[in-house]
């Protein structure tokens, strides 16, 4: 494989990439909540930072990136219409805007919601995006700045992607997400054989990400607001698909199972 992507767990739950152009050598890291366990795994594998790219402000995304590009010189890229929360940039990008890693270009996208100046990376060869707190496995973000037709728009868009795209979001969340949406749906069989591959994954240590765009649309319930069958799981056949998804995201918030 030409750009070679590693999971690096950090913090309690979060999760950090490291995206690696084989051709070139250059390698982007993907939020930084802490500089260690990524310094590590770049020595372990003998690469060298060249970009950081930050997906939104919060500081257990971005709070060791100053540190990372200290050590390693990588310039830093984030969105330019939130530079004055974010880490000093090198690069400030906007949506539509490319970002180079060796051979590989990648595609700034506008996905506010869980923040408004949130933006993922999407590399189109690789099959790649980077979601931070947008799309996440089996969930979406919650909306701290953001109104529930922001997100849901945001959703929308990305749903737009090939189903062989892959989500590196940033969390592990995909237990309990998996859990909320079994109360949904309990009878979606993808859905219980996803949740029981998750158990699996988790118990023996593993990631839960990346999922494919084709795994969410059919188990994700924040990609299913439109369906007939999860309008009927709400009670809500007739409502807007945006009346469902926010009666949803506000069900999640509400879960503690």
């Not at 739950?13 to 995206?19: K, R, T």
């Not at 310094?39 to 970009?51: F, I, M, P």
């Not at 592990?172 to 949740?195: D, H, I, M, V, W």
Request: with cysteine; charged share 20%.
């Amino acid at each position: 494989m030409t750009f070679q992507i590693v999971t690096v767990p950090c913090l309690s739950d979060n999760y950090s990439y490291l995206a690696h152009d084989v051709a070139s050598g250059a390698t982007a890291v993907i939020d930084v909540p802490e500089p260690g366990p990524i310094l590590r795994e770049l020595a372990a594998r003998d690469w060298k930072a060249s970009h950081i790219l930050l997906t939104h402000h919060h500081s257990d995304h971005v709070d060791g990136a100053e540190a990372l590009a200290a050590a390693t010189g990588a310039h830093v890229f984030g969105a330019a219409a939130d530079a004055h929360r974010l880490p000093p940039l090198d690069h400030g990008v906007a949506p539509g805007d490319t970002v180079r890693i060796g051979m590989q270009q990648g595609q700034v996208i506008d996905v506010p919601g869980h923040t408004l100046g949130h933006i993922a990376y999407f590399f189109p060869e690789a099959r790649a995006l980077f979601t931070g707190d947008s799309l996440m496995v089996m969930g979406c973000g919650r909306l701290f700045e953001g109104t529930p037709a922001q997100m849901w728009d945001t959703l929308t868009r990305l749903m737009e992607l090939p189903d062989s795209t892959r989500i590196f979001s940033g969390h592990e969340y995909a237990q309990t997400n998996a859990r909320f949406a079994l109360t949904l749906e309990p009878g979606n069989a993808a859905l219980k054989s996803r949740a029981e591959t998750i158990d699996h994954v988790r118990a023996a240590g593993g990631f839960t990400v990346p999922g494919t765009l084709g795994e969410e649309r059919s188990t994700n319930p924040f990609l299913r607001a439109a369906l007939p069958e999860m309008k009927s799981a709400l009670g809500m056949q007739d409502a807007s698909d945006l009346a469902v998804f926010t009666e949803l995201r506000t069900r999640r918030n509400g879960f503690r199972g």
